[in-house]
């Protein structure tokens, strides 16, 4: 079994910055990668970014190209989210997710381990 645990979220303003935290436990051997996916309020839950174990970020949304960035600490097996220059259209429930292969990132069904989310509120 594997688990994840999201961490970070909180009230902020347009322009702050936040980090999130997701660690994982349990047998992550067989793991591929790791992908953050949000859900606001009304909307579908969406694809953020994503990071392979053996590479780097591969995948990303036009919408946090040069705010977002990702990064990895295989030892400590926990995956980040740097977020900078936020805004109020950030506001959304953020959850961590794992693959065990590569295929299509941004298909939520393709992952197979979920953490309980995270809420992240930017204040206008």
């Known amino acids: 079994q594997v688990q994840l645990v999201e961490s970070g979220g909180r009230l902020v303003q347009a322009g702050g910055s936040l980090r999130l935290s997701c660690v994982v436990s349990?047998?992550?051997?067989?793991?591929?990668?790791m992908a953050w996916f949000r859900q606001a309020p009304g909307k579908e839950r969406e694809f953020v970014l994503g990071?392979?174990?053996?590479?780097?970020?591969?995948y990303y949304t036009d919408s946090v190209k040069g705010r977002f960035t990702v990064s990895r600490d295989n030892a400590k097996n926990t995956v980040y989210l740097q977020m900078n220059s936020l805004k109020p259209e950030d506001t959304a429930v953020y959850y961590c997710?794992?693959?065990?292969?590569?295929?299509?990132?941004?298909?939520?069904?393709?992952?197979?381990?979920w953490g309980q989310g995270t809420q992240v509120t930017v204040s206008s």
């Open positions: 349990g047998r992550t051997n067989s793991l591929y990668g």
């Open positions: 997710a794992a693959r065990s292969y590569d295929g299509n990132w941004l298909n939520p069904n393709e992952y197979r381990y």
């Open positions: 990071i392979s174990w053996n590479g780097g970020t591969r």
